[in-house]
């Protein structure tokens, strides 16, 4: 357990640094908003993940009002993909379970293609249907509302930025901008670099009810423990933006600190709100098939090219031999594996899966999260569970280089004169999400 603090508190210490290290103005950083920030983080994944096993020790009693209401919230992820499934089956057919399979009824059927293109792609339409729903009824917006106050009062922030923070756990990251459309025209730099670091460090509910049933298959316990994690990742990581943003880029000017959600509708009533939100859905599901689709072709490619050179140099047999034979030799998994495990060791993976979790932290940067998760799917049986828990924090965000031509044509379209500051700031806002992540699976790594 010591260790485990000992080596989070070097990671996080280490993230610190890297943000001081780029920051536009390090003598403006306010240092007191980073501690709150990083003390809210502590804070809630001790509440989550800590409190209830601790009492339960060394009390007997088991303390776990707060692990219970997010438990709530991630039984209704799970439902989410249960009423997806009702939908899937009716439009697809009926498929076979997890049950089925491993009692040899259906061969090879239940492959990774088979739970993507049945379970995640379908789960992304709907949850976006739902999203849109609950947007047109005005119910995300005080849900929202209520992570803003408590963000704005702790953290000192302007009305907009926490509104967008806040937002960010719910929505995509050019989603959430809507909540504070109206201001986008006349946020500083500063400003802006917080709202592109919020969508960078987080990731959308659709997308999130879509990795809970790609991580946790049938398995509803197991649906449920992801959904958990998942969720925790992305409230967690609000804060953790918060934190890398405005060390990277200090605020100096003055704000508005007034909390004002904006009031404009996605449709004129209940039918086209869900109408546009399916269409959205689709729109995202397609997207995400085909990035996975073409990433996927590109990797095996680069590794083919790998492969082949490490056996005109030579090493291939090495790298298979000091890998147990995880890696068959040279390819661009082994490489994001070495450049990547120090940062996996600091996250607090466990020594003898730093490779693997390296691997995932360099895909899901180059590439995209989903392609990331893909691969922690097909790692998972191989894996200590305390580094698929804290590679599923880690890998908890949309920071990745795609990510930077998104929020300019989304956020730029909603204010067309920030498009020169999102350009210029798009590098800075992708190591600010990936630091962001980061933490968020460090203290994770600490407390589990």
């Not at 997010?70 to 939908?87: E, H, L, S, W």
């Not at 649906?223 to 060390?247: E, G, R, Y």
């Not at 599923?392 to 929020?407: P, V």
Request: aromatic letters at 12%.
């Amino acid at each position: 357990m010591v260790e485990n603090i000992l080596r989070g508190l070097l990671g996080v210490a280490f993230l610190v640094g890297i943000c001081w290290l780029f920051s536009k103005n390090r003598k403006a950083i306010d240092w007191k908003l980073v501690g709150t920030g990083l003390l809210i983080q502590f804070t809630f994944a001790f509440l989550i993940i800590a409190l209830p096993n601790i009492t339960e020790n060394y009390f007997g009693y088991r303390f776990d009002w707060f692990e219970r209401i997010f438990r709530g919230m991630a039984n209704f992820f799970v439902m989410v993909i249960g009423y997806t499934n009702a939908g899937a089956t009716f439009v697809l057919g009926d498929w076979p379970s997890v049950t089925q399979v491993n009692d040899g009824l259906t061969g090879e059927l239940f492959t990774v293609g088979y739970i993507f293109a049945f379970k995640v792609l379908p789960t992304v339409i709907f949850f976006s249907a739902l999203t849109s729903l609950l947007y047109f009824l005005g119910i995300l917006q005080k849900i929202v509302f209520g992570f803003a106050w408590v963000m704005s009062k702790t953290m000192r922030l302007s009305g907009a930025e926490s509104l967008n923070a806040a937002g960010n756990i719910f929505l995509g990251q050019t989603e959430a901008p809507l909540l504070i459309r109206p201001y986008l025209d006349k946020m500083t730099k500063s400003e802006i670099l917080c709202v592109m670091v919020g969508g960078m460090a987080t990731i959308a509910g659709g997308v999130m009810a879509a990795y809970i049933g790609f991580l946790g298959g049938d398995d509803v316990e197991r649906q449920k423990l992801f959904a958990m994690h998942l969720l925790s990742a992305s409230i967690m990581s609000a804060p953790a933006a918060i934190v890398a943003s405005k060390m990277l880029f200090p605020q100096t000017e003055s704000v508005d600190r007034d909390l004002k959600v904006n009031k404009e509708r996605i449709g004129s009533n209940v039918i086209e709100a869900i109408a546009n939100g399916t269409t959205d859905g689709l729109k995202l599901a397609v997207n995400v098939g085909a990035m996975l689709l073409a990433f996927t072709a590109f990797m095996a490619m680069f590794n083919s090219i790998f492969l082949g050179l490490g056996n005109v140099i030579g090493i291939n047999d090495n790298i298979a031999s000091a890998t147990n034979n995880t890696y068959s030799g040279l390819s661009l998994d082994y490489l994001f594996g070495i450049i990547m495990a120090p940062v996996a060791w600091l996250l607090g993976t466990p020594s003898g899966d730093i490779l693997a979790v390296g691997q995932l932290l360099g895909e899901k940067t180059i590439i995209n999260e989903f392609v990331a998760y893909a691969s922690l799917g097909e790692m998972k049986d191989t894996l200590d569970e305390k580094s698929i828990i804290i590679a599923t924090y880690a890998l908890c965000g949309f920071s990745n280089f795609a990510s930077i031509g998104i929020q300019i044509g989304g956020i730029g379209a909603l204010a067309p004169n920030q498009k020169t500051n999102l350009s210029q700031l798009g590098i800075r806002a992708l190591l600010g999400g990936t630091v962001a992540c980061f933490f968020t699976a460090a203290i994770a790594g600490m407390i589990i």
